[in-house]
């Protein structure tokens, strides 16, 4: 049986893919250290998690990039030149296998993130509210305009899932996401939750399931 693919998270951290014996890297974003005034930039978050997969794909590892909100952003440019097929045409071993864009930003070359909208944790539970907004660092508003230059959904299968109560990447916003790979004619695998932004937190092993599923299919 081949090994699993490695998980990289961008960003966040999920314990049920550990559960499910998976090894998952969460790469820090230089725009979430807390600098106050903001001294970073979407640049430099693509850069850190483009190092990170450097490093794991040049290691012979098959790897599962998962993307969550302004993730789906930074992690599209940053897999650029490390798909899979790309590196067998080159003979090499190793690649990026699949992307999921949790309620993430798909974006063309050229698009940025749009403003946030209010209540991205507006369904959880009174005491999982608390501890996301313990857990959210003040971020680099000039992040939000940094424009993707690579479309890896084109190069790369994928996943979305798409959030009808998210308040934070309202749904009219994802099905822009959406209409990104279906207008170009690329295939792109879509799951529907009714739920919020925060979905991985109410529905973490059918989010996990869903990871599974994919790697099955790579």
């Given amino acids: 049986m081949p090994d699993k693919p490695v998980i990289v998270l961008v960003p966040g951290a999920w314990s049920a893919l ?3 014996s998976f090894t998952v890297h969460v ?3 230089p725009t979430n250290n807390g600098a106050r005034p903001p001294n970073s930039s979407y640049e430099a978050d ?4 483009g190092t990170v997969l450097s490093s794991l794909v040049n290691a012979g590892k098959d790897v599962f990039v998962l993307m969550h909100s302004y993730g789906g952003a930074v992690g599209t440019d940053a897999v650029r030149g490390l798909a899979r097929r790309d590196r067998e045409a080159g003979g090499l071993p190793g ?12 974006l063309a070359r050229g698009q940025s993130v749009w403003d946030a909208v209010w209540g991205m944790y507006h369904d959880l539970d009174p005491e999982d509210q608390e501890e996301q907004k313990c857990l959210v660092m003040p971020n680099a508003l000039a992040c939000t305009y940094g424009e ?3 479309e890896a959904w084109r190069d790369i299968p994928s996943t979305y899932v798409r959030t009808t109560a998210d308040r934070w990447v309202p749904p009219v916003y994802q099905d822009i996401c959406v ?5 170009a004619g690329v295939p792109l695998s ?4 009714h739920y919020g932004h925060s979905v991985y937190m109410k529905y973490p092993n059918e ?8 790697t099955e299919s790579t």
């Avoid at 699949?98 to 309620?103: D, R, V």
């Fill in 18 to 20: 550990e559960a499910r």
């Fill in 27 to 29: 790469p820090s974003l």
């Fill in 46 to 49: 693509v850069s850190a998690v």
């Fill in 95 to 106: 690649g990026v296998v699949h992307m999921l864009f949790l309620a993430g930003y798909l």
């Fill in 148 to 150: 993707v230059a690579y």
């Fill in 179 to 183: 209409a990104n790979a279906r207008d």
């Fill in 190 to 193: 879509v799951e529907v939750f």
């Fill in 207 to 214: 989010m996990a399931d869903l990871v599974v599923k994919a």
